[in-house]
């Protein structure tokens, strides 16, 4: 500390008993130490204890350090919501690496991508996700990357292992009273999330130890969790870190319930067997559960809180949910965010409201969180707030510490985000009278289904690599099932000729499943005087087909 | 940042977006602005609003920073739990002051000591106290402090106005959209809490905008709070800021209750009237309400959880407590910790365990709270952890970030309490096989008397300034209403005569009344060939008393 000019900055130093980096690490020792017996995970038949799963998490991060990984490393991860997931959320940042919690539905081409532009040295892989993984690592200098394979006894599916050792024997070679050592400074990297953004290469964001903290003490507050509370894991943990629930989890001494996939009948049957008190999803999973036969829904008999992001829920999913007796609260947030950081926090007094204006106001992402200092809609040219009119549209934006680094490797795209001293989330939005935002449209031209993001451009470059395409669009069509699906406007090349089929199969080859486009029409695209596409005009012709 | 040596420290700086200093008075902010119409706080037939308060806490920033009121400025206050004294919480540090808080019940000698000390330019002062405030600024340079008066309505007794301008009438000289600003620096001062420690004259414990976010965040996680939460204010704002529950009342948009006088009565009322769902207070509270008419307690009809500390519990009030529907938790904690930073956490199963049993785990002050990394007993020769047996006597200590930044122009106490790089406590303890606390004994020879640290050290001084007293020894005597009160042993000069009346009517003159022995005890002092006295011999008289 500087001296400054007044006694309150004379001798009164940070030290090490008054000042200690922020992170989420002591929040699983302290789990581990006060409530050894208390249930930590579920899976399947699996019950294991705060105590053992803290002593697993230092076997991991022993392990990890007697190959040599510490601060500034790089581990990836591809796996399915299971228990070495969640350990790995302790685990590598006990050993000062980084986790790289990859998509396990990106195509092996943007696998490879991540794992050579985020310089991961070690990767644990799910034997599902195998066939993919293969692939990306042919794609990558051998003998590079370390392969430790996670073969989930409730995983009876194909898949080979890819690596030299098992995740149960790798944690045999670490010690389970490994002395970890918190980070020196809160603003070390714990996490490394790569999203598609705007453009075809996906960008790495780089999260801190402090702002993972502070991330897991605010999901206390915005969604009142408890050492009672029973967290369903129905959103990937590969997902923004799972909107930092596992580190939440540890800091409550809560139980994880894990999930190797979202179906309903396991969601309903872990909900009444675990009692569920919390669960995560994108607005798809709400409608798989209000789809289910009523046989799979009928015997909930205690209250649960569904959190989802993405697209607002509609009144007929809210009002369904709610006969179940599960609740919905709307959230908004971004990779960059450390997941939502705006929710739609209530008011007693709109329980008493009829349900499509429940609806409406549900339908607005809402306010901050208390964890994020500043978040509102700004005039994109003066950076003034928006009249709080409801109709005055402006991007949303941040200020706060639960707002990234940046993005690795990629100081063009952080000196943009951060333009102005707001972070821009690239979503445009409105304010409502009471301050409560709604978003109105997305300034990135990003594709949600499924609660995935599809990058439109991304899409667009695999048709324009088709040998018969001229000219390509892509825009988000609005989905019943998943929010929205990429809908393609095609112009073929004069003489050329191709199917919907062809096309649809060109991409199959090119793109991960879940990006290749539902529909393609064919014909002239809509363009400015300048030439520009105008996407407005194909987003109200998807909208009517 | 520096550059450091890996991509994950290269280019990915702080900066407006991504860092801001953390405090509580954005949990203000808000709380004012989502729930503008939601209560904040009740006194008497007073119901107001977060946006109300939120304003007219900027007003009074806005009039402080008009007065020139500034960082590095302390401004005082001698209150009840009133929402002027709520609001002081906020707007004092608004104005980038810091706000020093004394104790109503301190003798004009020590508050003039405290106000000298702390530089305080400003005093918001309680007409109530006007008597001992009046007789402290008279033994001050003159016209030093601005005094501004605070006349409750719902106060009604004696006691004249002090200052130039009453509190209301102040609050009109400020904006209510004034323009404040956070902190620069999470290290700065927002609190100066005087301790009586170990010697006569207080120590001035600095704490800083870091540590009051983070204890706000760890007492919601601790103690189960929500929006939902009502807080009665039985336990005064001017010990430790109040446990730092007004930042919690305010990051929760809960309901503060007002109370100028712990009385039963009032209480009860208060309980019902607005279903309160938490309060804090010494065992002597807990033991005032047991013993209450049984026409007052008996209509409690919703849970309550009572937050006690500064002496364990005894089964017998735990049981009358749990037969009204209020469930007690054990805290422990220190004004050099920001209050209570270990708590008893409780397991569910032990519930069912028989009434001594319950009383008995209770008796633990238990395990650090999540926002407290470190607290443990050590060995104070070694400082290392003490075996976890229940019988070895150690040290408590702690290291975290709700630690005290120090005492204010005493860098000699600093560096003494931050010895080795721990914080200690001066409190003995021992660690049970399952990792929980339990104080043994005090080794600094405070008395704790009905919530209030009594220095025997300053008792002793005050005797030894009688013209009969040859020695003096004081040491806590438990007392089944105070918890424990001070008890004198004296060895009269040869030839010399006085009578405990006269001993007692001296101390008054002298001291605080709290700090007024109860008893008084004639006759030779016990000692050590080197002629220390051995207070252990005369703790063992003074319980069989």
Known sequence: MAQGGHPFEQALDKNPANHVALTPLHFLARAGEVYPDKVALVHGALRRGWGETYARCRRLASALARRGIGVGDTVAVLAANTPPMYELHFGVPMAGAVLNTINVRLDPRTIAFILEHGGAKLLFTDREFAPAVAKALQLLPAGGITVVDLDDPEYRGAGERLGEIEYEDFLLTGDPAFAWQPPADEWQAIGLNYTSGTTGNPKGVVIHHRGAYLNAMGNVVASAMSGASVYLWTLPMFHCNGWCFPWTLALIAGTNVCLRRVETAPIFNAIRAHRVTHFCGAPVVLNMLINAPERERALIDHPVEAMTGGAAP??????????????????????????????CAWHDEWDALPLEQRAALKSRIGVRKANMEQGTVLDPQTLREVPRDGATIGEIVFRGNTVMKGYLKNPAATAEAFAGGWFHSGDLGV???????????????????????????????????????????????????????????????????????????????????????????????????????????????????
Chains 1, 2 share one sequence.
């Open 314 to 343: 509609p009144a007929p999913v809210i009002a369904r949910m709610e006969q179940m007796g599960v609740t919905v609260t709307h959230l908004y947030g971004l990779t960059e965010t450390y997941g939502p950081s705006v929710a």
């Open 431 to 545: 304010i409502h009278p009471d301050g409560y935002i709604q978003v109105k449209d997305r300034a990135k031209d990003i594709v949600i289904s499924g609660g995935e993001n599809i990058a439109t451009l991304e899409v667009e470059e695999a048709l324009y690599r088709h040998a018969a395409v001229l000219e390509a669009a892509v825009v988000a069509r609005p989905d019943a099932k998943w929010g929205e699906t990429p809908c393609a406007f095609v112009t073929l090349k004069d003489g050329a000729a191709a199917t919907e089929a062809d096309i649809l199969a060109f991409c199959r080859e090119h793109l991960a499943g879940f990006k290749v486009p539902k529909t393609v029409v064919f014909g002239p695209l809509p363009k400015t005087a300048t030439g520009k596409i105008q996407k407005f005009v194909l987003r109200d012709r998807a909208k009517q087909l």
